[in-house]
């Protein structure tokens, strides 16, 4: 085969691309440390930048202001909220109201954007209480929480107006482990829920002035034994003082319709072997001998003038006379509840530094010398309205009051019984004057129904007692009166008559 020139050279470009690729395959070989070569930077790469020397404070001119890059948003706030807290502050009681206001401060201290809106009134507690039954059956300006007096708790709560605390209640643990199994049953509605945390619980005994008591030649340490012994006392004390008032029991029922059956009616009853309701059975009782038996006491109490004068026994405020009484030696003993002593205390409206040397407190006896009887009576609550439009919040502010603090704030300016289990060891509520004498008390204890019909029968046994201690009625006439309106009042399946 003939090759030209020009393929002779084509033939050796060939052969010579081949040996150069060959010999740098041999001499790279696996060698895989080798730089790969660098290549010049196009015309579009900017050049590298050269290292710089950091800055000379002293002869480097200072930098430019780097730009202003935008602020950050800062989280958005929570809503506001607003809950509402209703109750009832009259005369010169400093309770509630120092206690809500110290909470209102803490609460919204501890909980930015919420607002404690306390809405004060200024009233009889009946009066404070229709208030609110308007409000809540009406739906308008209802307060989220509420100051609620336990006797109103089972109407209100069968006509709706309250919201159950049972489920909030098993996710508070000091709900279990600050409150006696006692104070936790005792809250339980009769239709088994509960509707208001307990803020104090009181018993019911007499007052009694030593002062007085020595003057007329009585023991200055004196525990009656018989409804006969307080016969005795009264009836020494008006002859021995003339002018000083024996013995003060309430029948008024314009002080409020509780105060003649609570603090009078029902510690005498209960002591003759009587009641007014049978727990076992859920039946309201008729009246029977032990009925006359109290209603004929307390009618010749005031019919022998062993009792402050008419028109200070009918006053809307003669439980504010117990005191100056007590002081100016003017009276010689009451049955009246614990709370007495708010008004003494330091800050109270009346402060009386001698009070727990000058008073002394003694069991209410029963009829005929064979024990002694008290009103246990459960002390405010903390409810929550069923159209509250913030019931999660208004549950957390009633936990709050109820704390161990405020509680024991509460029970030391309120004069009435703790019921927490760590207030009730505190030295500043424990060492209080007469603290000891009333919870004492607690052992002789009778209750309150807590039933939807208290409140009816309450306002008719006010009626009665009144109507006797003025002598308007006899005891027969009056329980003759009282048989004959149960019926209608309780209904025929809840009366035993």
């Not at 009406?138 to 006797?151: E, F, Q, R, T």
């Not at 076992?280 to 038996?293: E, M, N, S, V, Y």
């Not at 609550?381 to 603090?405: G, N, Q």
Request: glycine letters at 8%; a negative charge.
């Amino acid at each position: 085969m003939n090759i030209t020139a020009k393929q002779s050279r084509w033939w050796l470009r060939i052969l010579c691309v081949a040996l150069v690729t060959c010999f740098v395959a041999a001499s790279c070989g696996d060698d895989d440390a080798a730089e790969e070569p660098q290549t010049a930077p196009s015309a579009t790469e900017a050049p590298a930048e050269e290292p710089q020397e950091a800055d000379d404070p002293e002869t480097d001119a200072p930098a430019a202001e780097d730009e202003e890059q935008p602020a950050e948003e800062p989280p958005a706030a929570e809503e506001p909220q607003t809950i509402t807290v209703a109750f009832n502050a009259a005369g010169d009681f400093p309770e509630p109201k120092t206690t809500l206001n110290a909470a209102k401060e803490s609460f919204e201290a501890a909980n930015p954007g919420v607002t404690v809106e306390l809405v004060q009134e200024v009233a009889q507690d009946a009066d404070f209480h229709t208030k609110l039954q308007l409000q809540l059956s009406s739906g308008s300006d209802v307060p989220d929480v509420m100051y609620y007096a336990p006797s109103w708790i089972a109407g209100d709560a069968a006509a709706g107006y309250l919201s159950p605390l049972d489920d909030d209640l098993a996710g508070w643990d000091e709900w279990a482990s600050a409150f006696p199994q006692a104070v936790r049953d005792g809250a339980v509605n009769d239709d088994g829920h509960i509707y208001g945390v307990p803020l104090s619980s009181n018993s019911i005994g007499i007052w009694y002035n030593r002062n007085v008591f020595a003057e007329a030649g009585l023991p200055e340490d004196w525990q009656p034994e018989s409804w006969a012994d307080l016969r005795a006392a009264a009836e020494t004390i008006q002859a021995a003082l003339p002018g000083v008032i024996p013995a003060h029991f309430y029948v008024g029922k314009a002080s409020g319709p509780t105060d003649a059956i609570l603090k009078t009616f029902q510690p005498l009853l209960y002591g003759t072997g009587d009641t007014l309701f049978d727990f076992d059975t859920g039946l309201w009782q008729p009246a029977g001998d032990g009925f006359i038996d109290t209603m004929t006491f307390i009618s010749d109490h005031y019919a022998d003038g062993l009792a402050a004068p008419e028109e200070d026994v009918l006053s809307p405020n003669i439980w504010a006379q117990l005191g100056p009484w007590m002081q100016g030696n003017q009276l010689g003993f009451a049955v009246d509840g614990n709370w007495m002593s708010f008004a003494w205390v330091e800050g109270g409206p009346n402060e009386w530094p001698e009070w727990g040397d000058r008073l002394g407190v003694a069991a209410v006896p029963n009829q005929d010398g064979d024990g002694f009887t008290t009103m246990a009576v459960r002390g405010w609550t903390l409810a929550r309205a069923a159209e509250s439009d913030s019931p999660d919040l208004a549950f957390e502010f009633i936990k709050h009051v109820a704390s161990k603090d405020l509680a024991l704030g509460y029970s030391v300016n309120s004069g009435q019984l703790a019921v927490r289990s760590d207030v009730l060891t505190d030295a500043a509520y424990a060492e209080r004057p007469t603290v000891p004498e009333f919870s004492a008390l607690l052992e002789y204890a009778a209750y309150v129904p807590q039933t939807e019909e208290n409140a009816k029968v309450e306002l008719l046994i006010g009626e009665l007692v009144e109507a006797v201690a003025l002598g308007s009625m006899t005891p027969q006439e009056a329980a003759d009166a009282y048989n004959s309106q149960m019926e209608d009042l309780v209904g025929s399946a809840l009366y035993a008559g």
